[in-house]
């Protein structure tokens, strides 16, 4: 995963990780944000004791004690009961998120971006005027979630989860479910299919909470990628962000928070989904759709394929569909073979190839392409190409507004 085109991950000293970029994730899950009505903003954290030794703290040249932000409750409270401060209820509810890097301390960096002490995060606050209306915003807030995670095509879960340290009455977490690299422990209802984290079902007994079953409950390892809170008024208390109601009296806002990890959700999906010695990228968030391969320099079919090659790459890059999506290896010193496999290796979803059947009395086209885990191909025309791609519009479209649509 270390070099994958528009995405590239570099250690810089000991575990930390430069990536570039992650665009193409920040945008999908931005979408799906702003589909609950969430506005976008940019805090500072201001936590120190709390989060212990897991805070990144650091004293400047003046020895002055600084930390680099993990969350962003305190800043996010202390924002709005600044700037909203006794708003009328008319107002509310109030849906704010932020995506940009976070800092922690862990213990035990490992992984790659699993697991890092730098790492890209989405949060989102969500303020309320009662419990039951923090609860309509907590569903809104899940269901995005599972929108996001059904758009990226990858297996998932929803579990019920402790609340931690962050607090408030309720919690879940979305995981991916991975074998080899989960950290964290499901119990899963063989009856219900409900699914709890094992540290919550530990103290809940041996039956389901959700249907009651006493039936064994499997368990899985998954890797955490989101997780959801509703906290309550434990900071809006402290911090003073109030509301007038319709009695004119002033009361605490009912707060939700709300993170998904970017640079977590890419390892995580990569790690789930790939096989072998290939990435695979769900089409959502690959960094591009389409590679196409030219012919080898020097070969029978250079002139003619090369002309061809540019021909589809810039028609390609005209549909709606391929706009921004198409990447060209032009290495043509290397062997049409040695291109290809670099970029099954990179993982493209399609992978165009200008070969020997471009001298053809009606040129072709190879398109190769991963189906499940088997590796399929057509010849077709440059036409039946392009042909192909605008029926698939709805599903490669990376430019449509619509959270709920899918890139495959």
């Avoid at 995405?7 to 992650?22: A, I, N, Q």
Wanted: charged letters at 25%; one cysteine or more.
């Amino acid at each position: 995963m270390t070099n994958c085109g528009r995405f590239d991950v570099r250690k810089s000293v000991s575990r930390p990780c430069r990536t570039l970029p992650c665009g193409r994730a920040q945008v999908n899950t931005s979408k799906h944000m702003n589909s609950t009505s969430g506005w976008i903003v940019n805090l500072i954290p201001d936590r120190w004791s709390l989060m212990g030794s897991e805070m990144l703290k650091f004293q400047d040249r003046l020895e002055r004690h600084c930390c680099l932000g993990p969350t962003s409750e305190e800043a996010v409270t202390s924002l709005v009961a600044t700037h909203m401060h006794n708003a009328s209820y008319k107002k509310f509810p109030l849906r704010l998120y932020q995506i940009g890097p976070k800092f922690r301390d862990e213990m035990k960096p490992k992984y790659g971006l699993l697991r890092a002490r730098e790492f890209i995060m989405k949060d989102l606050y969500t303020f309320d005027t009662s419990e039951e209306n923090a609860k309509i915003s907590y569903d809104a807030v899940v269901s995005a979630y599972e929108n996001l995670f059904a758009r990226l095509q990858v297996p998932f879960v929803k579990a019920e989860a402790s609340s931690g340290a962050m607090g408030g009455t309720k919690s879940h977490e979305f995981l991916l479910p991975c074998e080899s690299l989960g950290e964290d422990t499901l119990r899963v209802c063989t009856k219900c299919g409900a699914t709890f984290n094992a540290e919550i079902k530990a103290n809940q007994g041996a039956a389901c909470s959700a249907c009651s079953s006493t039936t064994e409950l499997d368990t899985v390892k998954a890797i955490e990628v989101a997780h959801s809170f509703l906290l309550g008024t434990q900071y809006s208390r402290k911090l003073g962000a109030n509301f007038v109601g319709q009695d004119g009296k002033s009361n605490s806002l009912v707060m939700g928070c709300f993170g998904i990890g970017v640079t977590r959700l890419i390892a995580a999906c990569i790690e789930v989904i790939s096989s072998g010695d290939r990435i695979r990228w769900p089409l959502a968030i690959s960094p591009y759709g389409i590679c196409v391969i030219t012919p080898k320099a020097g070969s029978k079919e250079a002139s003619a394929g090369g002309l061809l090659a540019m021909q589809a790459a810039v028609k390609l890059d005209q549909l709606p569909q391929g706009n921004g999506e198409v990447v060209v290896d032009d290495r043509d010193d290397l062997t049409i073979g040695r291109r290809l496999k670099d970029a099954q290796k990179s993982g493209y979803p399609m992978i165009v190839v200008v070969g020997k059947t471009a001298l053809d009395e009606v040129p072709k086209i190879e398109m190769h392409y991963q189906e499940g885990d088997q590796d399929r191909s057509m010849i077709l025309s440059l036409d039946e190409l392009l042909d192909l791609f605008r029926a698939e519009e709805p599903a490669l479209d990376s430019t449509n507004n619509d959270p709920n649509s899918v890139r495959l």
